[in-house]
């Protein structure tokens, strides 16, 4: 049941993709290199950058994972947004390590890390980001075609189909304008989105009242829903890793990373991120809210545990009115299009500027080296639609988002920290890192899939094994640059 119009609504929708692909169609004119396909040029303003980079990091699945959280923790959930928050304040204030990033005017990571640590090391690193950027970016398909079907009414059978067009659209414009498309069509999506969110909260608030969602909130989780560290529920480990992964992802996470390379100059990427950690606390907060208020319309048995992901989006078919639907459903996809495009390009850079290096050697013009990366964004298309159908999603989502995260996040946060600031760092401890940091969260993915093993991986939890990672990987780090033989000779 739902209260999608579908000449309405539907008329909304159409009318907004239309509108975006166009504008980052017509973009396409100013992309004349590889440095403005990827970086924008250089030439991206404060304000821009804000707005970018919000709309970049909240996608539907994000919002469907952040509501999941909401209503199984209530304001606990929030945990993981507080850090990040913090965590980007901090970073955008000191110039922790964005600063000398910024500096070198590379395009990506492990272009800073070559000077550093080697060819080798930069070509490594490309690997292990790339792979942990596609496993967690494979579900964000799959999660967007799930909330359009149980929003719109769409039978579940055409789910694929919502899928191949979502992509298609979010594609066209990024293969052809670049990051400039994507600058363009972010600041749009943040708009739409911010009007249709906000619209959302202070509709289910007026009708369900404030009051009386946070009685039901006490009623149903108790203490719980408020204190993350209450009775254990939420857990210490969980949110040691929330703290550890906000910081990594904040100093390492490439579509984080791109709005501050492609940034006018180092100042104006430190305020980018001032300027964005209040949004990051906002992506958790209201998707909680949503979550919460879903939690009071249905009661706590409607869902089960698996199915807590789908309340929010069923909420929305059955409360929203004829008209506001479709100005929502616009504001997700303009948030999913915004997520992907994205980071589409940003793993595309990573594979042509580091992992396909010794073979274009940087020599390639900027009509092939534009041809190629066009290539790879359409090839990554086509993995992420494979990957969406088959993938089984087990617990919550945001689990998977962290683990698959933590592959690539445990090894270059250490990486990146240890070439900006400590001088014994080398190859060795760098090769070590990278090992380490993506054997632990790749083991538990596939460990939770062997029956022999499923009831053991359960018993531990992904948190610990998350936590583990990026002490591991700094670990690894001192001890391989320390035991490697000394260059300098004795006399």
């Not at 083991?443 to 936590?467: D, H, M, N, R």
Request: with cysteine; hydrophobic share 55%.
């Amino acid at each position: 049941m739902t209260n999608f119009d579908f000449f309405i609504d539907g008329g909304i929708v159409v009318l907004y993709l239309v509108g975006t692909i166009a504008a980052g169609l017509w973009v396409r004119r100013y992309v004349r290199n590889v440095n403005d396909f990827l970086v924008a040029g250089r030439s991206v303003d404060l304000y821009l950058g804000i707005a970018s980079l919000a709309a970049t990091e909240f996608g539907i699945a994000t919002c469907m994972a952040n509501a999941e959280l909401g209503f199984k923790y209530g304001f606990a959930g929030i945990t993981p947004g507080i850090a990040l928050a913090f965590a980007m304040f901090v970073v955008g204030y000191t110039g922790f390590c964005v600063k000398p990033l910024r500096d070198k005017q590379v395009i990506t990571l492990p272009e800073l890390f070559e000077d550093k640590f080697g060819a080798r090391v930069r070509w490594a690193s490309g690997v292990v980001i790339v792979l942990g950027g596609l496993l967690n970016m494979g579900v964000f398909l799959r999660q967007a075609g799930n909330f359009l079907t149980a929003v719109c009414g769409f039978d579940i059978a055409y789910l694929e189909i919502v899928m191949t067009l979502i992509l298609l659209g979010v594609a066209a414009y990024t293969i052809l304008g670049g990051m400039i498309s994507v600058f363009i069509t972010d600041y749009i999506q943040f708009v739409v989105m911010s009007i249709g969110l906000i619209a959302v909260v202070f509709l289910v608030v007026y009708q369900f009242g404030w009051i009386d969602m946070l009685s039901s909130l006490d009623q149903i989780r108790g203490p719980v829903a408020y204190n993350p560290f209450e009775d254990d529920t939420y857990g210490l480990d969980r949110i040691l890793l929330d703290v550890l992964l906000a910081f990594a992802s904040i100093l390492t996470w490439q579509t984080i990373i791109s709005r501050v390379l492609s940034a006018k100059d180092t100042k104006t990427a430190k305020h980018i991120f001032i300027g964005t950690s209040p949004f990051m606390l906002a992506r958790f907060a209201i998707p909680a809210i949503l979550g919460i208020a879903a939690l009071h319309y249905f009661g706590p048995d409607k869902f089960t545990d698996s199915e807590a992901i789908l309340a929010m989006p069923t909420m929305f078919a059955q409360l929203l009115p004829v008209g506001l639907i479709g100005i929502v459903v616009a504001a997700m996809l303009a948030a999913d299009m915004s997520t992907n495009s994205s980071y589409m390009i940003a793993w595309s850079s990573v594979i042509y500027n580091d992992i396909m290096k010794p073979i274009h050697k940087g020599l390639w013009s900027d009509a092939k080296g534009l041809r190629w990366n066009r290539i790879l964004i359409a090839l990554i298309g086509i993995f992420l639609l494979l990957y969406g159908l088959w993938y089984p999603l087990k617990g919550d989502l945001w689990v998977y988002l962290q683990v698959t995260g933590t592959i690539y996040l445990s090894s270059m946060s250490v990486l990146l920290i240890a070439a900006c600031y400590w001088k014994p760092a080398n190859n060795w401890g760098a090769i070590a890192a990278i090992a380490i940091g993506c054997a632990i969260p790749m083991s538990y993915l596939i460990l939770q899939e062997v029956s022999v093993t499923q009831e053991w991986i359960l018993e531990v939890g992904p948190y610990k094994f998350g936590a583990v990672t990026y002490f591991a990987a700094a670990l690894a780090m001192f001890i391989g640059s320390l035991i490697k033989p000394s260059n300098k000779k004795t006399k």
